[in-house]
T-cell receptor, first 114, second 116 residues
């Protein structure tokens, strides 16, 4: 069983469209994250949720909206896609209480905006 | 804010040889974790090794070991007996340790190529 799973793994779309990426973890963790990896491979935190509550919201355009229906799921919705949104988006999870600090990552979702 | 610096964008090593990847970080925290993650061409982020700042002993995982110098804020990764499967991007990462959740802060990565 995949611990952190993201769908879709690849997404090609036109500028201006709206798209969503879904993430689910079956590890029982209470914290989930979205990271963006740009074309130079730099990984930057976007959002973090702890028990469905938004904890971290970095400087990200309002077009990006995370949603956590329960602590096992964290979805990312992007409105009005722009060329600069092309990247790989990683979902991750960790156990906050008694944490060893380790993040478990999904396989990433490669978004290409044309 | 914490920063992580990896000064070697690319490195290469012959199969079976040893290579060391550098990482320095900047923080005013005294209690934190440090990590090395590996990202092979498959894109998956894989934890290689983890160090808790309060532990003086350097972490070791099979062929992977670290040289943790807390005063110098240095955390290098040594890969012994390099294998072709070690070819990947390697990211050094920092996380504050406290009761709330904090994100990993990553360096820009080092691309390692193992040559047959």
């Amino acid at each position: 069983d995949t611990a952190v799973s993201q769908t879709p793994k690849y997404l090609v779309t036109q500028m201006g469209n709206d798209k969503s990426i879904k993430c689910e973890q079956n590890l029982g963790h209470d914290t989930m994250y979205w990271y963006k990896q740009d074309s130079k491979k730099f990984l930057k935190i976007m959002f973090s949720y702890n028990n469905k509550e938004l904890i971290i919201n970095e400087t990200v355009p309002n077009r990006f909206s995370p949603k956590s229906p329960d602590k096992a799921h964290l979805n990312l919705h992007i409105n009005s896609l722009e060329l600069g949104d092309s990247a790989v988006y990683f979902c991750a999870s960790s156990q906050n209480s008694g944490s060893t600090g380790e993040l478990f990552f999904g396989e990433g979702s490669r978004l290409t905006v044309l | 804010a914490q920063t992580v610096t990896q000064s070697q964008p690319e490195m290469s090593v012959q199969e079976a040889e040893t290579v060391t990847l550098s990482c320095t970080y900047d923080t005013s925290e005294s209690n934190y974790y440090l990590f090395w993650y590996k990202q092979p061409p498959s894109r998956q982020m894989i934890l290689v090794i983890r160090q808790e700042a309060y532990k003086q002993q350097n972490a070791t995982e099979n062929r992977f070991s670290v040289n943790f110098q807390k005063a110098a804020k240095s955390f290098s990764l040594k890969i012994s007996d390099s294998q072709l499967g070690d070819t990947a991007m390697y990211f050094c990462a920092f996380m504050k340790r406290h009761s709330g959740n904090t994100p990993l802060v990553f360096g820009k990565g080092t691309r390692l190529s193992v040559i047959a």
